[in-house]
């Protein structure tokens, strides 16, 4: 027979009706060093130009660029039909490329991992804590001019 569910479960989550505040990262005084990590799918043939760019504009920002990752998507015949999708939803790139960008930040001693595509909220902490500095994306570190 079915048996009626038990009230004494575990109690409902009580969620704070305030959003939490995320403290923004500023890049720390001249001369620090970021990893700088970009994303781009196959059909973004001008990935290069793109990062040579966003390391400028670090640099025009004080920071200074010590190791540059590139995760290419749809490069394969398998990847080609998922070329729009992350590798992974928590991380958006694959997980070996997580562990070459982690080992470079401790090779480095890096400040920061900024991120030439955008990132969510939770990839941004599950970056975070799976890289051992803070993970930002580009976008929302550097000002709009």
Same mark, same amino acid.
Request: with cysteine; glycine share 6%.
């Given at each position: 027979?079915?048996? &009626? ?5 575990? #109690? ?41 760019? %966003? ?30 999708? #992350? ?29 030439? %595509? ?15 500095? &803070? ?11």
């Amino acid at each position: 027979m079915h048996q &009626p569910r038990r009230r004494d479960r575990r #109690p409902a989550r009580r969620v704070s009706s305030a959003p939490a505040r995320r403290q923004a990262f500023r890049i720390p005084a001249a001369g620090a060093d970021v990893v700088l990590v970009g994303y781009f799918s196959a059909g973004q043939k001008d990935f290069e130009s793109l990062m040579e760019s %966003a390391a400028t504009e670090l640099a025009a920002h004080g920071a200074r660029v010590a190791a540059q990752f590139v995760q290419r998507r749809g490069v394969s015949d398998g990847g080609a039909r998922k070329m729009g999708l #992350p590798y992974s939803s928590r991380t958006l790139l694959t997980y070996g490329k997580v562990r070459e960008v982690a080992l470079a930040c401790e090779r480095v001693d890096a400040d920061a991992v900024i991120f030439a %595509a955008s990132l969510t909220e939770r990839q941004r902490r599950t970056l975070t804590s799976m890289l051992g500095c &803070p993970a930002e994306s580009l976008s929302d570190l550097l000002p709009a001019d």
